[in-house]
């Protein structure tokens, strides 16, 4: 079992330290554990079978492939391509592809590694992610968390 892996399942081991610098994101939502689980359950996946594995995207679960966006056309992406070339900074919380969004968990692409989470208070989510700087890419993980059932998500610069 990976590090990572093992920090999404149980969170990190006493002791241990990351690798990186410690961000805080936070989400409110009805349902904090259950988000907290949806968000776990799409990580599971996606770690244990690698982004590039054939079939990841149809491991996810029903809930997270229900929210993405459906895949393009090549017409249609040709079409988004240029749509993306006169506003590049788009519109984060429009729903993703799957592929999109397993995109971001290629070797080359990685912005971010789970550390730990917790539920706060009736409606928050505090999350703990390991990065290398900053800034840093942090919308498939707004992505996930509002799929998941987040309302509201919160990156602390």
Do not use: Q
């Not at 244990?48 to 056309?73: I, N, R, V, Y």
């Not at 917790?118 to 990065?131: M, P």
């Amino acid at each position: 079992m990976s590090d990572e892996l093992r920090r999404i399942e149980r969170g990190p081991t006493e002791g241990e330290v990351p690798e990186g610098f410690l961000v805080r994101v936070m989400a409110y939502t009805e349902d904090p554990n259950g988000t907290l689980s949806r968000v776990r359950d799409a990580l599971r996946i996606v770690i244990e079978s690698g982004p590039e594995s054939h079939g990841t995207a149809a491991k996810l679960p029903d809930w997270f492939l229900a929210a993405c966006a459906p895949e393009p056309t090549v017409e249609e992406a040709d079409n988004a391509l240029a749509a993306w070339r006169d506003d590049p900074i788009g519109h984060a919380d429009d729903p993703w592809t799957a592929m999109n969004w397993l995109y971001c968990f290629e070797p080359d692409e990685r912005s971010w590694w789970w550390w730990d989470a917790t539920a706060i208070g009736e409606d928050g989510l505090a999350i703990s992610v390991v990065v290398e700087g900053h800034p840093f890419g942090a919308d498939d993980l707004r992505w996930l968390l509002i799929a998941a059932g987040a309302r509201e998500v919160s990156v602390d610069a």
